[in-house]
Structures are given as C-alpha cells and as structure tokens.
C-alpha cells in the first residue's frame, strides 16, 4: 500500500518536472497545489506521516523520489502550503469586489434613474416655462386691451391708490374735469371735490372699503373753476384700491329738476301746484296726528277775479296772481306752504298750531286777518292806471286731531269756502258742524257700496287701446256701479270712499276675476286672441300679502295667457313699501304679466324712483293730454316724458285723446299708443264687441 501511495504522488507530481513543465498548465498545478494541500497531509497511507509534517524532511523525500533538486521541491511545497490561504485571500477579495461592483452597479442605476428623473422634471419645467410664457404673454395682450377699452370708454373711468392719488384714468375723465391725464395723475380724488359738498364727498369714499360697493351724485370742480354734477359708482380692489365709474349727469339733472319744477310748481307764480299740495297736505297731516300738534287748510279765492280778466286782460290778471302769490308768501311762517291749484285759487298749509282745538283756533283766526289784509291792499298793475283793489274769500279746517283723508280735508275746506262767499265775501268761515252733512253722505255712500257688492251691482266696461295706426292692441277694465233703477254712477263719486272704508279690496278682487273671465273669452277667438287687458290695481290691494298668490290662481283657474295681461299701477302705490313693491313686481313679471304706470307725471316721485321699478310701460296723464295743443307746459311736460321713457326702453300709452290734433301731436314726438273718447268710450263688453267681434261670446 506505501508503494502504490507514493507511485501515485509520485504520477502526480510529474507534473512538476522540468522535462514536462511545458505541458503544464496554470490550472492544472492550482488543481494540484488544492488536491495536495486537502488531502496529502491528512493520508494515513504514507509511512512517514510524521515526517511529513516537518517541510524540510517532506521536501527531501519527495526529491528523492522524483530525482528533483531539494529547493524546487522546497519552494513548490511552500508553494501549496500557501495556495489555500492565497485562495482563501483571492475568493474574500473577489467577494468584496464583486460587493463593490454590485454597490457600484446599484449607484449606476440609481444614477440613471436619478438622471432619468431629472429629464422628466427638466421635460416638465421646460412646458410649465412655455405656459407660462404663454400666460404672460395672454396676460399682456389682455391688458392692453382692457386698458383700450377702458380709454375708449365713453365714461370717466378710474383707479385710486389706497393715499388716494390717481393709478389709472382715462381720456373721457380728462375731458370731463378739464385737467390733462398728466396733471390728474398727480393729483388726489379731494382736489376735484366741490367746496359745498368736500366733507360728504370724502365721508362717501372713505365708507367703500366698507361697503364693497357704493354710488353717489357728487359735485365735482373742473380745472376752470367750474362745477358739474357727476354720478360715481366705486367699488373697491384688492390692494386697498378703489375703481370708480363717472358720468357727468350736468344736463340730465337740469332736465330733471325743470320737468320737476313743471309738474309740481306753477308756471305762473312759481308756488308749488296742486299736485305740490297734495303731498305737502299729506306730509303735514301725518306730522300732526304724531306730534299731536293741529294744523289749518285754508282755501282762498279772490273776489270778481273774473271782472279783472275780462276787463283789463289776462296778462293783467296774471300780474295780479303774481303779486297775490308773493304776499301770501310773506304772511306765513317757513315751514307752512302756499299753493296755486288753479286760476285764482289758492290753497295754504299752515302747521303746529296748537296742541288743543282753542289754541290752533285762535291761531288760525291770527293768521287768516293777517292774510286778509294783506291780500286787500291796492296793486300797482299797469303803469299810468289806478292800482287794483280785490278782496278775499277764506274757508278753513282743522286737521290733525284725528286721522283725515286729503279728499275729506279738501273737502271740508271747500264747503267753508262756499259758506264764506254764501256770506257776501271778503270774510272766511271755519268748517262747523252744521256742514257735516256732506261727510255723513259720504259714510251713506259707504254702506250702499257694501249692499252693492254683496248684490254684484258693479259691471266692467271696457275702453279700447289702440296703436299708432288705429288698430285695437287691447282695452282697459274699467268699473262701474249700476244699481237697480238708477243712472250708472263713476268711480270718481265712490273709489275715494272705497278705500278709505277699505272696500276697495274686495272691490278690486271682483274687477280681477271679471276681467281674467273676460280674458279668457277673448282668447277663444282668432280675432280677439292677443287683445291686451289692462286692469287698474289699488294700493291696498297691491299691498296685501296674498295679492300675488290671487293672481297666479286666477291664471290657473281661467288658463289665460299672462303675457296679455297688464296691472295699471299709480305711484302712490309703488312708492308706498318700495322694496316690497319692487319685489311683488319681479315675482309677477316671472309669469310674463306686464306694469303699466298709471297717471305717470302726477306724483312727486316718479323720475326719482322710474329707473328703479321693473316698469314695461307708462300711461301719461290726461291731465297733461288735455291742453297739450296750446299750453307749452303741457306740451314740454309730454315730450319729457316721451324722450325719458324712450331712454329707459318703456313703451307709452297717452289716455284721455280726445281731438286729432292731440293725437298727431303725440305721435310726432314718439307715442304710439293711445286712448279716449278720439278712439272709443268706455263701453259694456256687449258694445265693445263693435272693435272686436265675438269678444263677449
């Protein structure tokens, strides 16, 4: 077995020879260097296993064996002996290598995808700059063309800084006060205010930041010393900035204030008219009632005034009314008004006389020799002529004791006149109560309109509507009470007394329901299908709550077209609550009925509160209608209102057209609707058949 042994280290090692080194692989000697250093040492086979264990003897027997010199047989031995450890060292330093090729290969790929990421956010910068650039360059385009369009603006257009100093204006502000954009730039909003109204003006201006929003009719100065009028809508910016809108509403405000002074003031003497009067006369007996403070109506005619005119002339007798108006005027206290209603009569207000009937009595009685006396005194008229003379006559009545209707007051004053001339004139009469007699006829009055409706003795005539070529466009529904076995009595004689009892609630419930019935007759004929009804609403009636809910179920309860249906309004009745006016009025015009200003002209309030109100249409008055052919005030009152209404986009309705020439006159100036007696009276729906056949069927 030691022979064998050793024959096959001895194989093995041949390898090793010189004479075969050439032959020897690299891989081969490492295969054998591995083999000899695992399992040669551990052979139990050798026989000199202890001897192997010591270098130098291994290294001496293995050249004796081989024929090979000692030290080549030394250094292959140390060679095997350190070729594990070598191994050992190269797989640990292999190992960290590939350890760090694996780390190295990791931040590789971590690189690429950093870099990866990288393009991706570079690709998505890259657009969001485009957009950008894009967005800017909008932005730009866009401003430039708001700020043409803000220079091009027909208004003054503006921007405060938050000191008040002007950021941006345009050309039509410039124009406006005189100043070049150059100098208004650097000047503040408070330079251009007016003297007289600087302080409110500020005050306007400081409260829109906390407003948001605020309008307002300012007096502004131009660079020449002059003022005008200007309307200023502002609203606030953010930045403490304040934008603001600027019309010069000058001519506009002028306009306003001459129609205003036509419609209210008389012509002639400049005292406030009876439509002045009426509202003055309400306004004082409210005051009244509250303070508890008594008041005086005075009506007042001049004695044979007619002898004057026709012996002297008219332009003589108008100089008379005029020195009449200006000694009245003397003879009352600030607060009382003095008023012409028409020829020579004149009507006076006088308030807070007394808190007691004694009191304001003795007051009144003061008051009324004073005017007596003054108005008795000669009037230089004409030069070269003796100066008139002309006396009074005076009736008078209390109010504020208790609640009086206008007409009631009016009235009372009236039949005391008449009293006074009764007594040979030149005296006045206080209202007693032996005239009661015609109050107690009106309380008569009130209990037969209340049989007359629980007996349906009230019917609806019918006056046609027609437009500029004479065609029926529609009709108004207008109420008429026939009592059995008498003449047919006008609303004129019992509205008035109607709605002072409160009846004309109920009154004007019947006239709606009669008049959608009739409506929907209409609407079953071809010919009378889009015939127009026009329905007069009183102001209690509006003003109560379920009005709106009353009319929606008529509607359903007729199916009628709303669209043809019309409301007369007066303004007494859209003033009264106009919040809640307005609000009924959008809620109504939401099912396509129409509003139709009723007697539009007469009321004080009606060019302050037209564009405020959803109106479609407006009716002038035939009080303005009547004289319009010869009285100039008339006529410049209708062409004011035709050019307003046109304006604000309303269409217009002249009532009472009696003659050709009125109606030519209308139709020239821009109306193109028209009613009266010119084109029909009021007529039963049979007779109103005769305009449009088949309509009472």
């Avoid at 050793?6 to 075969?20: E, G, I, Y």
């Avoid at 797989?91 to 090729?101: G, M, N, P, T, V």
């Avoid at 005008?228 to 809508?233: A, K, L, Q, T, V």
């Avoid at 303004?571 to 129409?594: F, H, N, P, T, Y």
């Amino acid at each position: 077995m030691n022979v064998d042994i050793h024959t096959k280290v001895r194989k093995s090692l041949c390898l090793f020879t010189l004479l075969r080194w050439g032959r020897v692989k690299w891989s081969q000697l490492l295969f054998f260097g591995l083999f000899f250093a695992l399992f040669g040492p551990v052979s139990s086979g050798i026989s000199q296993a202890e001897s192997l264990a010591e270098p130098q003897k291994l290294a001496t027997l293995v050249s004796t064996a081989l024929g090979v010199e000692h030290s080549l047989v030394l250094f292959f031995l140390y060679a095997v002996i350190a070729l594990p450890l070598l191994l050992v060292f190269s797989i640990w330093w292999l190992l960290r290598l590939r350890k760090r090729a694996q780390r190295l290969e990791a931040d590789v790929i971590e690189a690429n995808l950093s870099r990866r990421e990288l393009l991706r956010k570079n690709d998505l910068l890259t657009i969001e700059f485009s957009r950008r650039e894009r967005l800017e360059r909008d932005l730009r385009a866009n401003e430039e063309r708001y700020r043409s369009y803000i220079e091009q603006a027909p208004i003054g257009i503006f921007v405060l800084r938050g000191n008040d100093e002007f950021a941006l204006l345009n050309s039509a502000l410039s124009q406006m006060t005189g100043y070049s954009k150059t100098e208004l730039s650097t000047m503040k909003l408070a330079e251009l205010f007016s003297s007289d109204t600087s302080k409110e003006s500020a005050t306007f201006f400081e409260n829109i930041h906390q407003q948001d929003s605020s309008e307002k009719e300012i007096t502004l100065r131009k660079k020449d010393g002059s003022v005008f009028i200007s309307y200023i809508h502002a609203i606030t910016l953010p930045g403490d900035s304040v934008m603001g809108f600027c019309m010069d509403i000058t001519e506009r405000k002028r306009a306003e204030e001459k129609i205003h002074h036509l419609a209210f003031f008389d012509a002639l003497t400049a005292l406030p008219n009876r439509r002045r009067l009426l509202d003055r006369l309400r306004q004082a007996t409210s005051n009244g009632v509250q303070e508890h403070n008594l008041g005086a109506l005075l009506m007042m005619d001049l004695d044979h005034f007619k002898n004057l005119n026709d012996t002297l002339g008219h332009d003589v007798g108008d100089r008379l009314l005029k020195q009449v108006g200006r000694r009245l005027m003397d003879c009352v206290r600030p607060d009382d008004t003095v008023s012409r209603v028409g020829g020579d009569e004149f009507v006076i207000i006088l308030e807070r006389l007394g808190k007691n009937v004694a009191a304001a009595t003795r007051r009144a009685d003061e008051l009324v020799k004073k005017i007596q006396s003054a108005v008795s005194q000669l009037y230089p008229l004409t030069p070269g002529r003796p100066d008139y003379y002309i006396t009074s006559s005076i009736g008078l009545t209390l109010f504020g004791d208790q609640d009086s209707s206008i007409d009631a007051l009016l009235k009372k004053a009236d039949v005391a006149l008449y009293e006074a001339k009764k007594r040979g004139r030149n005296t006045y009469r206080f209202f007693s109560p032996e005239m009661q007699a015609s109050i107690d006829d009106s309380t008569s009055l009130v209990d037969a309109l209340r049989r007359a409706l629980h007996n349906n003795e009230f019917t609806l005539y019918y006056q046609p509507q027609v437009n500029a070529v004479g065609r029926v466009v529609g009709a108004e529904a207008l109420l008429r009470w026939t009592p059995p076995n008498a003449d047919i009595i006008s609303p004129l004689t019992f509205i008035a007394a109607a709605e002072e009892s409160g009846l004309i609630v109920p009154i004007g419930d019947w006239v709606i329901v009669q008049g959608f019935r009739q409506l929907k007759r209409w609407q079953q004929y071809v010919e009378t299908k889009d015939l127009k009804l026009s329905i007069n609403v009183s102001a209690d009636q509006f003003h109560q709550a379920d009005f709106v809910a009353k009319i929606f179920n008529g509607i359903e309860q007729f199916d009628i077209d709303p669209t043809l249906i019309t409301l007369e309004l007066t303004e007494s009745v859209v003033l009264q609550r106009v919040d809640q006016a307005i609000e009924k009025m959008l809620e109504l015009k939401s099912r396509g009925i129409s509003f139709s200003l009723d007697d539009f002209g007469t009321g004080y309030s009606s060019l302050s509160y037209l564009k405020l109100l959803p109106l479609d249409q407006v009716k002038i008055d035939s009080s303005f209608v009547r004289d319009i052919s010869f009285d100039p005030d008339d006529a410049a009152i209708v062409r004011a209102i035709l050019a307003m209404s046109d304006s604000l986009g309303l269409s217009v309705i002249a009532e009472g057209v009696e003659t050709q020439v009125q109606r030519e006159f209308l139709f020239d100036h821009g109306c193109l609707h028209y009613q009266g007696y010119l084109f029909g009276r009021p007529v039963p729906i049979e007779n109103f058949s005769a305009h449009a056949s088949h309509a009472s069927k």
